[in-house]
T-cell receptor, first 109, second 110 residues
Framework: KNEVEQSPQNLTAQEGEFITINCSYS?????LHWLQQHPGGGIVSLFM???GKKKHGRLIATINIQEKHSSLHITASHPRDSAVYIC???????????FGKGTKLSVKP | DTAVSQTPKYLVTQMGNDKSIKCEQN?????MYWYKQDSKKFLKIMFS???????INETVPNRFSPKSPDKAHLNLHINSLELGDSAVYFC?????????FGQGTRLTVV
């Protein structure tokens, strides 16, 4: 079993819908990252969390360290949000990331 | 100005060849990483290099070797390329607050 599990694997939404992507992990971590990968292939960092909640525009990320769970929310979704969203955890001082398998989001106009 | 620059973006080569992918970062961070994204889009660590010292080598064949001429560069050399090496390779750094990725190199071995 992968150390980082994401759900759902695929998600289709109508423009304007509220979207939630979930991430659970089974190892001790120093930080959790949410990444976005567009069809062109580039990977962009959205958030790095070690506790609590962060907000950037229409994106909100939360983490519950005790439950080893994080969520990424997108409010008022838009077709340009269509991408693969990847949860990744960072362990200890080495800093390398362990990735979930990604959630492919498609937002229809 | 891009934090992590990676070249080339596409690389098509024949089996048995030797190739290199270059990576440069301009944030002065000590640690650089190489990740491999397979055909199912799953990302996995290959190497971690900290200040010119190899820290992580995750069961990668010996044909793959990271080379760090200086703190800003971590190149990936691949010898005797095999069909199964076809994938997208990403160079990255993690500053403790944010992760920065290169644009990726799509390697196709024919």
């Amino acid at each position: 079993k992968n150390e980082v599990e994401q759900s759902p694997q695929n998600l289709t939404a109508q423009e304007g819908e509220f979207i939630t992507i979930n991430c659970s992990y089974s190892v001790g971590i120093s930080a959790l990252h949410w990444l976005q990968q567009h069809p062109g292939g580039g990977i962009v960092s959205l958030f790095m969390l070690s506790s609590g909640k962060k907000k950037h525009g229409r994106l909100i990320a939360t983490i519950n360290i005790q439950e080893k769970h994080s969520s990424l929310h997108i409010t008022a979704s838009h077709p340009r949000d269509s991408a693969v969203y990847i949860c990744a955890v960072e362990r200890g001082s080495q800093g390398n990331l362990i990735f979930g398998k990604g959630t492919k989001l498609s937002v229809k106009p | 100005d891009t934090a992590v620059s990676q070249t080339p973006k596409y690389l098509v080569t024949q089996m048995g060849n030797d190739k290199s992918i270059k990576c440069e970062q301009n944030l002065g961070h000590d640690t650089m990483y190489w990740y491999k994204q397979d055909s199912k889009k799953f990302l996995k660590i290959m190497f971690s290099y900290n200040n010119k010292e190899l820290i992580i080598n995750e069961t990668v064949p010996n044909r793959f070797s990271p080379k760090s001429p200086d703190k800003a560069h971590l190149n990936l050399h691949i010898n005797s390329l095999e069909l199964g090496d076809s994938a997208v390779y990403f160079c990255a750094i993690s500053t403790g607050g944010e992760a920065f990725f290169g644009q990726g190199t799509r390697l196709t071995v024919v």
